[in-house]
């Protein structure tokens, strides 16, 4: 039978970089090189791709987490042992989250890493994912803590799209999503205080038009 299994893309919004989630391979094929958090679908466990993906999830101590299917990927090269298949997924992590596994590689730095089967492909169409929801959504609002200032839920957007916004645009944008809640508190430092929001529900909800730049 082909293998069957699930592999996600885990990012972090960590000191204004993308992070993603990875670990060693200690077996062959591809044993010392760098893989990404996945599992083998288990027929007796797995009653459906829910159970799988949420199984996937504890594993990794990722179980309050976003996340959602990207694409399904199967044919006879990505594995030397055989046909494979594989449901990727895309996981967005808060900066503070304590993972149970596996290390954190900014972005950069991914060029220089031996990744194990087709990995570094299964990464490019999680983060194309990404960019492109982040035009039309709040996807990126996944990745702050659980308060957070105006400042940097559009310096998220701006690490994602990799495009300066016009703050005044985007900040309406962002207050007609209608997600937001002030908490009543403010952050406080070197620049003026700042109003701390949190989300109002953890779904992703769609803009009224989608992100241009420093048009927003």
Known sequence: MPRMSLDMVVLRLNEERLELLLETRDRPPFAQCWQLPALRIDETRDRDLDAARHRLLAEWGLGHCYSEQVC?????????????????????????????RGRWHPLCELPGL???FDHARLIAVGLERLRIKSRYSTLPLQLL?????????QR??????QTPMNTAAFRKRIHRADILVDTGRKRTGKQRPAILYRLESPCCVMFDQVMNGAEA
């Open 72 to 100: 399904t990927l199967g044919n006879l090269e990505r594995d030397p042992r055989g046909w494979s298949t594989t449901l990727v997924y895309l996981c967005l992590v808060e900066p503070e989250v304590e993972v149970l």
């Open 145 to 153: 803590g659980p308060e957070f200032t105006l400042s940097e839920v």
């Open 156 to 161: 998220a957007f701006e690490l994602i799209l």
């Open 114 to 116: 031996s990744l194990a």
